[in-house]
């Protein structure tokens, strides 16, 4: 009888999670909430790890492997950490870079001074590189357009330039530009060559995979105050931070790429007789270069999406000005700046896409002239340009139009934007207060409680008897290993509120995408329509989403869930649309002979096939919600982001304690990442879509 | 003259402990016995020769090491064990610089599904083997415009893979082969991945190309049509070990074992026997009226010898007479019995 009973339970999925949500509901409600109970919270065990990380960073900063180095000003030798050195060439090597980049477009003398004394400099006044005229930027804009994809990139890349130039924010793109060049190409190399590692050596791959997972995790602010600690304040340490976070993408995308080569090719590149070399170079890298761009794709907008972060570590340009708005609450100014971002990225994106897809033709058989015609026409334009601007120096007294407008003489549609907020307040302010109050005290409030009010003991018998139900023992330890580890810190009440604030945001998001890319997919053209919406919407860098939906929601829960709920809307589009167009026609034939009807083909057939790929979208949403979550903080929320975001203005353990919370989102994250990808191929097994 | 390549013992076994399995068998490999011990037996003890000009079909179904034994002979993947001679050298003891050497003079390998490089046209795919080995651009590109001709894909020489049928990515697939002039030509399943009309063309098509270049091939296959069709010799594979490797018409005739009579059985003898295999020897009695020759296909003269009624001559090429046919024979390839 008994052991009947057990079989059943073995055997049935619903009956174990059943059994598992009756002893996590006996555990919530009989557990005291009493803070000596270590059912109802454990101790901080943990809590030495942001002070031993703190010390660590410090003592190698100031004490490990001490070098000699000679002191010019006070001529004399002093012992240096070998570490801050390595570090301060790193840094001082980047801002070179990034400031060359900049004045070479700009203008300016702050690299002339790097080569020739101070004193020469000053004496002699004309000594500066001039700037490049906006005009003849334009025109290089247009013909750069022109060059890789014809009329239409060129009228995008020409308009677009024109816009940013005569609205006056020229200056701070081509500082949000001259970053990206910079850091983009770094991005590509570290990536490319980690990427070509992992795939030659196997054992290389698995060292890479958990930590790429927790890079990309980590939500972005996490990075900031241990680049300050390491590198100090400036252009660099964003463009560091962007390193980190835009080269686990790259990597991923090239060893991917690689793999997807069939041997066969690569067989016949080594019976062509290719040595190793021309193997990796002329087969294997070229195959792979629709992946690799795409990679190189994901770094320009990793780039972009970093550039509000990164000012907070000193990056100058756009993210700055957005970032300064914001925090002014002045609302049209923010949206300038953002939409400026936004069409940076739009550019970028379409040129680095067409340049992909570009083909060499063998048989054009062009004069010099014919072959550099565009290049010759731009070098002529900025000639022009340039000396019509020198010229024109005479004729403005201070500011000489025909560089550059600065910011406050460009045009601006600031104050439409802020009028047309103005109305939606004055019209709606009244519902749009009412459904905010509704939705924090009926819904999110209570919710939050409950999260709050959960034993310790509880959260972990959930977490940890989902995955073993779904995954096993091994997938089981894991997940409460990494739970656990939040567990025993001091932060484990902030995690919960980071936890509400995901849960509730994956799941609307879930839903929304789930219903969206459902109606879409059911034609052709609707699934063709709504991915490029969602290509579209990629292209926007997270805390865009932001600025509208302060404005509307004040600084409350309502508006960082909102933001995180559209974010996060688009990969689960994205992946039921893929899920629904992967169902084989056969199967929709085999439905339609059997006399579905639309709603029963929707239940019984697409949904059931496309379920796995759907979950992999959910698990994209939950990185994408933690990562709007976290940058809630941003405008102030009370979860682990804030934390991780105060911590940027404590130097002392500052780095330490942003590392340690950066990490516990990760795991979160990496948790249910575990959890639904076990769960997905073991569907996708049962279903034999593999 | 010494054979092109020849095998002797080739071994080619999967698994992390090959070589301590295949040492302690003392040659005598059981497949059972290693799959227990954690290895797959990809080839077994293969051993024979290819001449020069000769076309070898190595002929099996899915996951019987043929592949494989092609892979070893080519060296993409080093045998367990065994001598693998080309030309006289040993390919096995060669270094990588040697290997390189080998392959970018002596060696061309078309592949099942084309193996070309998406991103280069038509004519770069050509080049390529010439450009990897240094030849200047002017000159590969030259050099591919002939081979471009030679396989009729004129007109087509900027196509990227991507814009060509199965057939035509063939054809490229083909002449990037034969690009740096190889003696030795390896085919892995080149016509598998195509329809069948398509595949009937471009049998015809490499017959039309081997009677001008006269390579020194080794063809691998699953369609034992195809290896009737093409091939000088055929080696028939099953579990990695080489069951049969003659002529085809003997093949046909001799099955060596129940696995290769399996095969045999449904083919049509009067497409595949020559007269020399069903001929007696020459009688004085036969009829002057003309005479057939010993190369002959039985299907193609059936008719021929039917209609006379009376046992005729056989010839061989220089028209001495080898033998006699009694059109009784001739029935009892067409008809059995």
């Given at each position: 009888?008994?052991?009947?009973?057990?079989?059943?339970?073995?055997?049935?999925?619903?009956?174990?999670?059943?059994?598992?949500?009756?002893?996590?509901?006996?555990?919530?409600?009989?557990?005291?909430?009493?803070?000596?109970?270590?059912?109802?919270?454990?101790?901080?065990?943990?809590?030495?790890?942001?002070?031993?990380?703190?010390?660590?960073?410090?003592?190698?900063?100031?004490?490990?492997?001490?070098?000699?180095?000679?002191?010019?000003?006070?001529?004399?030798?002093?012992?240096?950490?070998?570490?801050?050195?390595?570090?301060?060439?790193?840094?001082?090597?980047?801002?070179?870079?990034?400031?060359?980049?900049?004045?070479?477009?700009?203008?300016?003398?702050?690299?002339?001074?790097?080569?020739?004394?101070?004193?020469?400099?000053?004496?002699?006044?004309?000594?500066?590189?001039?700037?490049?005229?906006?005009?003849?930027?334009?025109?290089?804009?247009?013909?750069?357009?022109?060059?890789?994809?014809?009329?239409?990139?060129?009228?995008?890349?020409?308009?677009?330039?024109?816009?940013?130039?005569?609205?006056?924010?020229?200056?701070?793109?081509?500082?949000?530009?001259?970053?990206?060049?910079?850091?983009?190409?770094?991005?590509?190399?570290?990536?490319?060559?980690?990427?070509?590692?992992?795939?030659?050596?196997?054992?290389?791959?698995?060292?890479?995979?958990?930590?790429?997972?927790?890079?990309?995790?980590?939500?972005?602010?996490?990075?900031?105050?241990?680049?300050?600690?390491?590198?100090?304040?400036?252009?660099?340490?964003?463009?560091?931070?962007?390193?980190?976070?835009?080269?686990?993408?790259?990597?991923?995308?090239?060893?991917?790429?690689?793999?997807?080569?069939?041997?066969?090719?690569?067989?016949?590149?080594?019976?062509?007789?290719?040595?190793?070399?021309?193997?990796?170079?002329?087969?294997?890298?070229?195959?792979?270069?629709?992946?690799?761009?795409?990679?190189?794709?994901?770094?320009?907008?990793?780039?972009?999406?970093?550039?509000?972060?990164?000012?907070?570590?000193?990056?100058?340009?756009?993210?700055?000005?957005?970032?300064?708005?914001?925090?002014?609450?002045?609302?049209?100014?923010?949206?300038?700046?953002?939409?400026?971002?936004?069409?940076?990225?739009?550019?970028?994106?379409?040129?680095?896409?067409?340049?992909?897809?570009?083909?060499?033709?063998?048989?054009?058989?062009?004069?010099?002239?014919?072959?550099?015609?565009?290049?010759?026409i731009f070098g002529i334009s900025i000639l022009i340009f340039s000396v019509v601007a020198f010229i024109a120096n005479g004729y403005f007294d201070k500011i000489n139009y025909l560089y550059v407008i600065p910011i406050e003489k460009g045009l601006t549609f600031a104050h439409y934007i802020d009028a047309a907020v103005d109305w939606v307040w004055d019209t709606f302010f009244y519902s749009l207060n009412s459904f905010n109050k509704f939705l924090l005290t009926q819904v999110l409030g209570p919710m939050k409680k409950a999260y709050l009010g959960m034993p310790v003991a509880a959260t972990l018998t959930l977490t940890m008897g989902i995955a073993y139900i779904i995954g096993g023992i091994r997938t089981c330890l894991l997940v409460g290993g990494m739970m656990l580890f939040i567990a025993m810190s001091k932060y484990w009440d902030r995690a919960l509120i980071t936890m509400y604030m995901a849960t509730f945001a994956v799941i609307m998001a879930s839903?929304?995408?789930?219903?969206?890319?459902?109606?879409?997919?059911?034609?052709?053209?609707?699934?063709?329509?709504?991915?490029?919406?969602?290509?579209?919407?990629?292209?926007?860098?997270?805390?865009?989403?932001?600025?509208?939906?302060?404005?509307?929601?004040?600084i409350t829960d309502t508006s960082v869930l909102i933001a995180a709920i559209v974010y996060a809307t688009v990969p689960a589009t994205r992946y039921t649309v893929w899920g629904l167009n992967s169902v084989p026609l056969s199967l929709h034939e085999a439905g339609t002979m059997s006399g579905v009807s639309r709603m029963q083909r929707w239940t019984n057939i697409e949904i059931p096939l496309a379920f796995p790929t759907i979950m992999l979208g959910v698990n994209q949403t939950v990185v994408f919600t933690l990562q709007m979550v976290i940058l809630g903080a941003l405008i102030g929320t009370e979860d682990l982001g804030q934390l991780i975001f105060g911590a940027l203005s404590r130097a002392q353990d500052g780095p330490g304690v942003a590392i340690t919370l950066g990490l516990f989102v990760s795991l979160m994250a990496i948790s249910v990442d575990v959890i639904v990808r076990k769960w997905a191929e073991e569907r996708k097994k049962a279903l034999g879509l593999d | 003259m010494s054979p092109t390549i020849s095998c002797s013992s080739v071994y080619k076994i999967f698994g992390n402990n090959a070589h301590s399995l295949l040492s302690e068998s003392g040659g005598n490999v059981d497949a059972k016995k290693f799959q227990e011990a954690g290895c797959i037996v990809g080839v077994n003890d293969a051993s024979f020769e290819v001449n020069k000009g000769e076309m070898l079909v190595v002929m099996g179904l899915s996951g019987s090491g043929k592949s494989t034994l092609l892979r070893c002979i080519s060296r993409l993947t080093d045998a367990t064990s065994g001598k693998i001679l080309i030309d006289g050298e040993d390919i096995c003891l060669m270094n990588s610089k040697q290997l390189i050497e080998l392959r970018r003079e002596k060696m061309g390998m078309v592949f099942q599904n084309f193996a070309l490089l998406p991103h280069k046209t038509v004519l770069e795919n050509i080049a390529f083997p010439l450009q990897v080995k240094g030849v200047t651009t002017e000159n590969s590109i030259h050099k591919a415009l002939e081979m471009v001709e030679l396989v009729g894909l004129k007109g087509r020489e900027n196509y990227f893979p991507r814009e060509l049928s199965g057939g035509q990515q063939q054809r490229v697939g083909i002449a990037r082969s034969l690009a740096v002039e190889p003696d030795i030509w390896f085919l892995d399943e080149p016509f598998s991945a195509l329809d069948p009309l398509i595949r009937k063309e471009m049998q015809d098509e490499f017959l039309r190309l081997q009677s001008v270049l006269n390579k020194t091939i080794m063809f691998v296959t699953h369609d034992f049509d195809e290896a009737l069709r093409l091939a000088d010799r055929i080696a028939i594979m099953k579990d990695g070990i080489i069951e049969q490797l003659d002529k085809p018409d003997n093949i046909v005739l001799n099955p060596a074992t129940d696995y290769v009579r399996k095969f045999t059985e449904d083919v049509p003898r009067e497409k595949v026997l020559k007269i020399e295999s069903i001929m007696d020897p020459a009688d004085p009695n036969a009829s002057g009226e003309f005479a057939i020759k010993k190369d002959d296909i039985v299907e193609t003269v059936a008719e021929k010898i039917l209609n006379s009624k009376e046992i005729i001559k056989v010839v061989d090429e220089k028209n001495t007479v080898v033998g006699s046919i009694n059109p009784s024979k001739v029935i009892k390839v067409l008809f059995g019995g």
């Open positions: 009888m008994d052991k009947n009973y057990l079989d059943i339970i073995r055997s049935s999925k619903p009956a174990q999670f059943g059994i598992l949500l009756i002893v996590f509901l006996l555990l919530y409600n009989l557990v005291p909430h009493n803070e000596g109970n270590y059912f109802w919270r454990l101790p901080s065990l943990l809590a030495f790890i942001p002070i031993k990380l703190n010390e660590i960073i410090y003592a190698a900063l100031y004490e490990w492997f001490p070098l000699k180095v000679y002191d010019p000003i006070f001529e004399m030798y002093e012992e240096k950490a070998a570490f801050r050195e390595f570090t301060k060439s790193i840094s001082k090597g980047l801002l070179f870079l990034i400031t060359f980049v900049r004045e070479l477009l700009l203008g300016g003398d702050k690299i002339i001074d790097i080569f020739v004394s101070d004193t020469w400099l000053k004496e002699n006044d004309w000594m500066s590189w001039p700037a490049l005229p906006w005009t003849a930027a334009t025109v290089g804009a247009f013909l750069l357009g022109y060059q890789l994809g014809g009329f239409r990139l060129a009228l995008l890349g020409g308009i677009g330039s024109l816009y940013v130039s005569i609205f006056g924010n020229w200056v701070p793109s081509i500082q949000t530009l001259s970053f990206v060049l910079i850091t983009t190409p770094i991005c590509f190399a570290l990536g490319l060559s980690f990427g070509i590692w992992g795939y030659l050596d196997k054992k290389v791959e698995t060292a890479l995979q958990p930590v790429l997972n927790v890079m990309q995790t980590m939500p972005q602010f996490a990075y900031l105050v241990p680049i300050i600690a390491l590198f100090g304040l400036g252009d660099h340490a964003g463009s560091i931070a962007t390193i980190v976070i835009a080269t686990p993408p790259m990597i991923r995308n090239t060893i991917l790429g690689l793999k997807r080569i069939s041997p066969e090719v690569v067989e016949a590149g080594l019976m062509s007789g290719c040595t190793k070399r021309q193997l990796l170079f002329k087969v294997l890298i070229p195959t792979a270069r629709r992946d690799i761009l795409n990679g190189v794709n994901t770094v320009i907008m990793q780039c972009l999406a970093m550039v509000v972060i990164a000012s907070f570590v000193g990056a100058k340009g756009l993210g700055l000005n957005l970032k300064v708005a914001l925090n002014s609450l002045k609302i049209g100014k923010a949206a300038e700046a953002g939409f400026c971002i936004v069409l940076i990225a739009v550019i970028l994106d379409r040129f680095t896409k067409a340049w992909a897809n570009k083909q060499v033709d063998y048989f054009e058989n062009l004069t010099f002239f014919e072959r550099y015609k565009l290049l010759i839903l929304n995408g789930i219903i969206v890319g459902s109606i879409f997919a059911q034609t052709q053209r609707g699934s063709k329509f709504i991915l490029s919406v969602c290509d579209f919407f990629e292209t926007f860098p997270s805390f865009v989403y932001l600025i509208p939906v302060i404005f509307l929601f004040n | -």
